[in-house]
């Protein structure tokens, strides 16, 4: 059974900062090469922050959260991270994490195959 397990969310202020983490199996973080974090606020739809090729290369980042939010990944704790810097009460929302095999399109939720169940991120102004 995959498991992604979330965890760092939390209530900051504006400008705060949080680090999100996601952990699941080695045999998971071995098949599924690809890893992202996702997000969903109230009346809105699941939208794509940041992803990961654990394979290497470069990380892809909505326009949004560029310069702002950093993905990594933790080989060896088959871990991937989100820090969160200069957060803005827009970044308000439940976020995710996801894990693929075959992604095409990184930031689009329908390339992703398993899921967490989200860590709440709060900010206020």
């Known amino acids: 059974q995959v498991q992604l397990v979330e965890s760092g969310g939390g209530s900051v202020q504006a400008g705060g900062s949080l680090r999100l983490s996601c952990t699941t199996s080695r045999y998971t973080y071995s098949v599924n090469n690809y890893l992202a974090w996702f997000r969903q606020a109230p009346g809105k739809e699941r939208e794509g922050v940041a992803g990961?090729?654990?394979?290497?290369?470069?990380?892809l980042y909505a326009d949004s959260v560029k310069g702002r939010f950093t993905i990594s990944q933790d080989n060896a704790n088959n871990a991937v991270y989100l820090q969160m810097n200069s957060l803005r009460p827009e970044d308000t929302a439940m976020y995710y994490c996801?894990?693929?095999?075959?992604?095409?399109?990184?930031?689009?939720?329908?390339?992703?195959?398993?899921w967490g169940q989200g860590t709440q991120v709060t900010v206020s102004s």
């Open positions: 996801a894990a693929g095999a075959h992604v095409i399109r990184p930031l689009d939720v329908d390339n992703y195959q398993y």
């Open positions: 990961i090729f654990t394979g290497g290369g470069s990380p």
